[in-house]
Nanobody
């Protein structure tokens, strides 16, 4: 059974940094796109950053120049380095990955449980 487990969230002051990690485990044949989403109270979930298996990155305009997504394919892990954090970055951050399991013809999308990031002013 495939699982995604996030870590690295917490409380940080404005201008500070955090690094989120999301590790995939289970009967994994391959991992395609990986991404981070966030959802603040009362708002819709939004894409923060995504990275393909080949390393192509995509960012929300609100985080460009401040956040960096990366992945370690050997460790089946995706990271989100967040710098120059702002109060509006406060949200629950969740990772997602398109994963093909051994024995399955198709891949499917999996989600982590989410980790809280709070930026205090």
């Amino acid at each position: 059974q495939v699982q995604l487990v996030e870590s690295g969230g917490g409380l940080v002051q404005v201008g500070g940094s955090l690094r989120l990690s999301c590790a995939a485990s289970g009967s994994i044949f391959s991992i395609n796109d990986m991404a981070w989403y966030r959802q603040a109270p009362g708002l819709q979930r939004e894409l923060v950053a995504a990275i393909t298996s080949g390393g192509t990155r995509n960012y929300a305009d609100s985080v460009k120049g401040r956040f960096t997504i990366s992945r370690d394919n050997a460790r089946k892990t995706v990271y989100l380095q967040m710098n120059s954090l702002k109060p509006e970055d406060t949200a629950v951050y969740s990772c997602t990955a398109d994963i093909k399991e051994y024995g399955n013809r198709r891949s499917r999308q999996y989600w982590g449980q989410g980790t809280q990031v709070t930026v205090s002013s």
